[in-house]
């Protein structure tokens, strides 16, 4: 007994190091390359080439300047911004309204509409661009944001549907029918009720459809031709078709585009992990 | 707990009489159709339409006439479909089989009652929170021969002293992309495995340990069928997620060297863009038989898993 307890500790000392050793090595290589977006974007544009380094010899911001100089990356910017934010709130409504329908009334088609809410949400988009891009040249949505708005909800809304109907399951029916005792119409407890009690939920949502939108490359080459209806995830894609591949500038745009995502991944993190591993969310 | 919530269900119907129940189903209908008529409009309808166009010799500007499977005979008569199928497949199966490993042995070491838990689960989140084309970009300043960090690691460390084109030579073009797919989808599994891991019962851990279990027979019987339900649902999403995936084979090589990298999604953007919109068509629909297969799979445990 007295042999097995220093053996037994020092086993459990040793596997506390090796998997603090593990996990650094990991945290290693998931962050290196996001310090080399940073580090990039901040050096010199000679020194990229010409003084390959860690860390920049000189810092300087003149990748950002330069590449916001002629307004168009900031026109992608906007775009991106009308575009992920009209998805998001058109998602939130209409689908937390499908995932109340099916999650409190039973009715004779509600099995089918989840199944074809879960088929649209896994059917791939490298599968639909190809019709899309007809259908939206017929409606004479082609290279605008409308169409891509339009567009875009083939992924968002079955997602946005799926995801809130987990969390509307959730809150208590009796809530509800109280609510109704006392007064509120079914609208008035849907809206009353069970959207502020899911309001994590809908936060949650909101942020995969605003992201999901944000980062979208796919449809946007495929759908828009002009450089006033350029995405951002488009106008970083165009400056690599280039001949000579602007590093600096090309960094310096992934900063400005990804930033912004990570901070609200930080700050918001509890309530999409739970999203993302009950609905499985692609990021 | 049901006779309370029958009898105000009860009290509720009887309030509004019969006429209500009728509005009632109406009125949930009316909340579903609008997801339901813009995913058939968006969805099913653009989905049945692409089929029929693989069958046209469609191209832009023109209807096109039904010409059988002859889009899908030219394309198996060509070295760059087998490529695709051959990249596919390949990116598919040892992408995800790494991000498995590395997601399950990541999630059991942050599963531990380490101190520092949850910063280390927020870090290795992070290539997730990061847009794919901007990952993907990133990437592709990582692998520049001069001037990329991966070769200069190499040179600062002693390990390579020689400059490697990883994504211009055939060789590692493939590995690279496979690498930079792995950092940021493996984050998926590992949080997916984290939950999975935190619902597995403690009662049965315990109760092994006092079977006399030792902590592998505790990992093979107890923990692995607890969390392979998730396992089986993130394999099969993460398959079709990387089987569609272009970002990641788009930003990074565009297919080359020589289609060294090219797979489905890329073959049918560029099929698009010769504008012979029947065969870039062909290209999605060979996809099809497969990628229906696991779609189906993988609904049908969702759907059970929600009940």
Redesign the interface.
Known sequence: MADAAPSASRRYLTGRVLSYMALAVAVILVLFPIYWMLATSLKLPRDILRLPSLWPSRFTLDNFSKLLADGNFLVAIRNSLIVASTVTVISVIISSFAAYSMVRFRYRFRGVIGRLILFAYLTPGSLLFIPLSIVMAQLKLGNSLQGLILVYLTFSLPLATWLLQGYFRGVPRELEEQGMIDGLTRFGALIRIVLPLSAPGIAAVAIFTFTGAWNELLFALVLTTSESVRTAPLALNYLITSDVLPWGPLMAGAVISSVPLMILYFVAQRFMVAGMTEGGVKG | MTD??SS??S??QQRRGLPGSVR??L???A??A???L???G??????L??VW?SFTDMVIGSAGNFIGFRNFQYLAGTATFWSAIWNTVTIVLISDALKLC?GL??AL??H?H?PGRGL?R??????????????F??????Y?P????I??ILN?TGLYSGVIDWLGTRQTAMASVIMASV?RGF??WF??IL??LQSVPRELHEAAIVDGANSWQRFWNVTIPGILPVII??TL?SS??T??G??HV??LTAGGPSDATMV??VL??FG?QTQR?GE??AV??Y??PV?AIL?IF??SL??RR?E
């Open positions: 309370v919530v105000t269900d009290k509720v009632t189903k009125f949930a209908y909340l579903v609008p997801v339901v813009l995913i058939l968006l969805v099913a309808y653009p989905f339409f692409a166009v590395i042995g990541l070491l942050v531990q380490l280390f927020s870090v290795l989140m992070l290539p997730w929170a990061m847009p794919a084309f901007v990952a970009l990133t990437w592709r300043v990582l520049q001069i001037g990329g960090g070769n200069l600062l950092w984050p998926f949080v997916s939950a999975a649902v993130t999403l079709i997620w089987a569609n272009f970002e788009w930003l489905f999604p049918a953007y698009m919109i870039a068509a999605s629909v996809m099809l990628l779609v993988a609904t969702m759907m929600e």
